[in-house]
């Protein structure tokens, strides 16, 4: 408004020749530049506790694929294979087909609702200490830590001028990060396929672009987003931050500053009195180690994690000033609101939206573990002949063709007798099977595999009154016992 004014009263737009001046312009930008965020190294509870999640959840994803289950002659022996060529999906003991995606509609409800659960609980405990985006940014600023020293090293080297040590520094950094992306790249891949097979492939020169292009896909993005978006990724990329605090309470535990205790803030020496002051000392250490660079005193924040570093980082400055720890804490803020009173506190887990979340879980899960101890291993299609609808044979007889599929979902080599029932008198022959007609046959399917048949299907003329009959196949497995049934019709000339 105030660039307009001035503008207005040097005659707009007029030109240098008209006698008027030139507009003036704003002098800098509105936009804020970015500002490297360098966290400073710190140790505590919290940072044990980021150590503890990133080695074991980087141990179970670069180990996962190479566990092996004996699934029996034929199977594929990865513990955990998504096998897309195959069609197939193996967990442990447990094969998926591809009409069992319902399962995996479950796990994305069983996680999102996890997700709720825990943030109404906790806080943000995913994004600080189990978000992908999170462990490796981790493990890229601990590479960079290593080579290029803790954060005042970095940054001193950052602002000075291109020397040898310069670069030989954020060279081996960098060449271990690309390092780590195509180890994170090639693991992805063989979540996807055979992992001894395809490495070795890949050592021997046989792999396809296909394969190869994806791992690279993955590895760039790997390197992009940890060694350089880092923070930018959870402020500016991710929507989960958007709408977490729909999952918040006045009872949700989250990374809190007890102001009421800690203002008026200021520097203080050691021998210091804080009777007549606040605990906090304003040493900015808070804000240094943070791995998103904010400061937690101006209160609850979007960009906040909740990783608890920072808590970390204050406790040792309470400890050498003798002074009470967890000025910085976890906690509601309901409690802070206490504490500030004078108070009694309490944790209250159990709230409507927790048991509810939890109860969700509860049923979603009983649903999914219900539908695997009774799910049939065997499958059957039935599909009636369009064109023509039935034939009239010689002898007077109707006669109907089906396309018959089984489905045999076990690992081993399976026969199944078939029969036929609904219309009196009928008999069936399949193709290739019997060249006379029969009630019953026996059919063979190879193992984890679809049996196609050919099946004709006849019945006395007499006993066909209408355009339309009932008829069903029956199914048994002779090895299992398992049973199936599928209705479908038998098509006539009528009565």
Same mark, same amino acid.
């Given at each position: 408004m105030a660039v307009a004014e001035k503008v207005a009263k040097t005659g707009g737009g007029a030109s240098p020749a008209g006698g008027g001046k030139k507009p003036e312009q704003p002098s800098s930008s509105l936009y804020e530049d970015y500002k490297k965020v360098q966290p400073k190294r710190v140790s505590g509870y919290f940072r044990t506790l980021k150590n503890w999640a990133a080695i074991i959840l980087l141990g179970i994803y670069f180990i996962g694929p190479w566990l092996r289950w004996d699934r029996g002659p034929g199977a594929p022996d990865q513990a955990i294979l998504l096998d897309m060529s195959g069609r197939r999906g193996y967990i442990l003991g447990v094969e998926f087909w591809p009409q069992e995606i319902y399962y995996l509609t479950g796990l994305l409800i069983l996680g999102a609702v996890g997700l709720f659960f825990v943030t109404a609980l906790l806080g943000r405990v995913w994004c600080g200490f189990t978000c992908i985006q999170t462990v490796f940014t981790d493990v890229f600023v601990m590479v960079e830590r290593v080579f290029q020293?803790?954060?005042?090293?970095?940054?001193?080297?950052?602002?000075?001028?291109?020397?040898?040590?310069?670069v030989w520094r954020k060279g081996i950094t960098n060449a271990v990060w690309i390092l780590l992306s195509l180890a994170t790249g090639w693991t992805w891949v063989?979540?996807?396929?055979?992992?001894?097979?395809?490495?070795?492939?890949?050592?021997?020169?046989?792999?396809?672009?296909?394969?190869m292009g994806f791992a690279l896909m993955v590895a760039g993005f790997t390197y992009l987003l940890a060694g350089f978006a880092r923070e930018q990724v959870c402020i500016y990329m991710c929507p989960w931050p958007r709408f977490q605090g729909a999952m918040f309470d006045e009872d949700?535990?989250?990374?809190?500053?007890?102001?009421?205790?800690?203002?008026?803030?200021?520097?203080?020496?050691?021998?210091?009195?804080?009777?007549?002051?606040?605990?906090?000392?304003?040493?900015?250490?808070?804000?240094q180690v943070c791995p998103t660079g904010i400061d937690i005193r101006n209160g609850s924040q979007l960009a906040c994690i909740g990783c608890g570093l920072?808590?970390?980082?204050?406790?040792? *400055?309470?400890?050498?000033?003798?002074?009470?720890?967890? @000025? #910085? &804490?976890?906690?509601? +803020?309901?409690?802070? %609101?206490?504490?500030a009173k004078k108070t009694p506190t309490q944790y209250r887990l159990a709230r409507g939206r927790t048991i509810a979340y939890a109860?969700?879980? *509860?049923?979603?899960?009983?649903?999914?573990?219900?539908? @695997? #101890? &009774?799910?049939?291993? +065997?499958?059957?299609? %039935?599909?009636?002949?369009?064109?023509?609808?039935?034939?009239?044979?010689?002898?007077?007889?109707?006669?109907n063709g089906y396309t018959f599929k089984i489905l045999n979902m076990l690992p081993q080599e399976q026969t199944y007798r078939v029969s036929v029932q609904g219309v009196e008198g009928a008999t069936m022959t399949v193709v290739g099977f019997q060249e006379e007609p029969v009630a019953t046959t026996d059919l063979t399917v190879r193992p984890d595999s679809v049996g196609t048949f050919r099946v004709y299907v006849s019945a006395p003329r007499a006993a066909v009154t209408d355009k339309a009959m009932d008829l069903e196949f029956a199914i048994e497995n002779l090895t299992t016992g398992e049973t199936a049934e599928r209705d479908t019709l038998f098509a006539g000339p009528g009565s």
């Open positions: 020293g803790d954060r005042n090293e970095r940054i001193k080297r950052d602002r000075g001028p291109m020397t040898v040590d310069k063989i979540y996807f396929n055979d992992a001894p097979a395809t490495t070795m492939a890949l050592f021997q020169g046989e792999f396809t672009w296909g394969v949700t535990l989250v990374v809190t500053y007890e102001k009421w205790r800690g203002e008026p803030r200021g520097f203080a020496k050691k021998s210091e009195s804080f009777e007549t002051r606040g605990h906090c000392v304003d040493c900015q250490l808070c804000v920072c808590i970390d980082a204050c406790n040792t *400055v309470m400890d050498r000033f003798n002074l009470p720890r967890d @000025l #910085i &804490t976890y906690d509601s +803020v309901a409690n802070q %609101v206490a504490r109860g969700i879980m *509860v049923v979603v899960a009983a649903v999914m573990a219900f539908g @695997l #101890i &009774t799910r049939a291993r +065997v499958d059957v299609s %039935v599909l009636h002949e369009r064109s023509p609808l039935f034939v009239t044979l010689a002898d007077g007889g109707i006669r």
